[in-house]
């Protein structure tokens, strides 16, 4: 007891404490526990180890039981729109009122139906899935959206008041239809879709949106696009003959202008171009 007395005031692991432990007798996986502020030797299911046992000391318990090392940043992306929803390759949004005219003109002669909606528009809402479902299974034809409340200005100068509403289009024909049709009036979509769906080869130039439009879309000072109306090509004299554009009528024989040849007045007339 007087060894285990002195060893009390010694540190765990000195040189002094190993002594005293040999003192005690060597036992195979002896650990020294200190309690009520003495040391005891207790065997140790370690085998030739010595530890110090001391009192247990409680963990702090953190005040928030789902708090976790490991954090998570979690990003969502920008919720879409209904109009954005569904689109296929071939629907695209118009932006400014010279691509719309562009986006027609360069159509060609393929078929091109411009798409007027509203936001808040439930009609427009519950059709737009199905004018997704006929451009996936048309996808020669291209599909344009307008935007009523990002574009105001250029439906009022279109006259587009009423959503939703169509127009096709196509080449040198120009405006084919315009309608306005619900999930009710579907017919009427799909009726026009099928009568200008055929491919034809336009004959004179294309034409896109109509002139009168096209001067009102100038005319309108919120829109930043220009048009200038071009002057009629009156028929012109060549050599003698008559040469008249693809985009004047023919005259007649009867009407076409006298060139003086020599002493005698004589039609000058066309040789079938």
Known sequence: MAAAQAMAKMSVGSPACNRAAGSLGRWRGAVAVRLGGSWSWRKSPFLGGRMAVGPRRSRPVSRNPVASPVQMNLSFGKTMKWWEKGLQPNMRAIHTAQELVDSLINAGDG???????????AGCHALHPK???????NPDVQFLQ???????????????????????????QGRLCS????????????????KHKPDRCSLGPIKGIEESELLALAANRDLQFTYTKEPDLAPSMEDG???IT?????????????????SED???VSSGR
């Open 266 to 268: 004589r039609a000058v």
């Open 246 to 262: 693809h985009d004047h009528p023919r005259l007649p024989a009867a009407a076409k202008p006298l060139v003086r040849q020599g």
């Open 179 to 194: 309608f306005s049709c619900t999930n009710a009036t579907i017919k009427k979509f799909k009726d026009a879709l099928a």
């Open 111 to 121: 078929l091109v139906i411009v798409d007027f909606f509203s936001p808040g528009c």
């Open 241 to 243: 003959a008559e040469v």
């Open 131 to 137: 004018i997704c479902q006929f451009a996936e299974r």
């Open 146 to 172: 307008v935007n009523f409340e990002e574009h105001k200005s250029m439906c009022h100068s279109l006259h587009v008041h009423v959503f939703p509403f169509f127009r096709f289009y196509r080449g040198a």
